[in-house]
């Protein structure tokens, strides 16, 4: 049986990672023969039809990171500009599911996703400038800045790259495919450490 939620990791041609894709959309790679060489480990066997003359039935082995042909616009992802889309499921796991003003550890629906310079004062609606806050402290600080409020981040925000964001938007990354992401990340990523004890 399928375990739909596993999702195949899908590469550029270079090696680079790309997005999630389901076994379906992984199945249709094969059979456009897009899949230049899979990695990782066999997720699904999926089971075809039965050759009429051999009566052997065909089978297919998906592998948990393809890496596939064709041009990609990955490259523009790895520049300065690009900046991943903000939504708050990736916002988040960015920050480790933790207020980021009292330190405690909720669960996504009991987080809000908080502006440090609030938009209506000119605050952007950014990476930069959005931090997961419990509805708590979100309350508390209102409107106002952190100065105001007398609080204080107990870390710094930051733009994920592509491959961070693959990461974040990921719901459930086996060992292997969190080692190849892993390596895409940039040395001083602060994803490091929570991403190593994963593994």
């Given at each position: 049986m399928i375990d739909s939620t596993l999702r195949v990791l899908r590469t550029d041609i270079a090696g680079l990672p790309m997005e999630w894709v389901g076994f379906e959309e992984a199945a249709r790679l094969h059979s456009l023969e897009q899949i230049l060489y899979p990695m990782g480990s066999v997720l699904y066997t999926v089971h075809g039809g039965i050759n009429a003359c051999s009566g052997q039935q065909s089978t297919l082995a998906l592998h948990s990171i393809i890496c596939t042909a064709g041009?990609?616009?990955?490259?523009?992802?790895?520049?300065?500009?690009?900046?991943?889309?903000?939504?708050?499921?990736?916002?988040?796991?960015?920050d480790a599911n933790?207020?980021?003003?009292?330190?405690?550890?909720?669960?996504?629906?009991?987080?809000?996703?908080?502006?440090?310079?609030?938009?209506?004062?000119?605050?952007?609606?950014?990476?930069?400038?959005?931090?997961?806050?419990?509805?708590?402290?979100?309350?508390?600080?209102?409107?106002?800045?952190?100065?105001?409020?007398?609080?204080?981040?107990?870390?710094?925000?930051?733009?994920?790259?592509?491959?961070?964001?693959?990461?974040?938007?990921g719901k459930r990354i086996l060992a292997d495919q969190m080692k190849f992401l892993l390596a895409h990340f940039p040395r001083n990523s602060p994803l490091h450490e929570r991403v190593g004890g994963e593994i």
């Open positions: 041009r990609s616009r990955a490259h523009l992802k790895r520049l300065p500009s690009y900046t991943p889309p903000l939504n708050n499921i990736t916002l988040f796991r960015r933790l207020c980021l003003y009292c330190g405690g550890h909720f669960r996504s629906s009991d987080l809000s996703r908080d502006h440090i310079e609030p938009v209506s004062r000119g605050g952007s609606d950014s990476w930069q400038n959005v931090v997961t806050a419990c509805k708590r402290c979100n309350h508390h600080k209102g409107n106002n800045t952190l100065q105001e409020a007398g609080m204080q981040l107990l870390a710094v925000p930051f733009v994920p790259t592509h491959a961070e964001y693959i990461y974040l938007s």
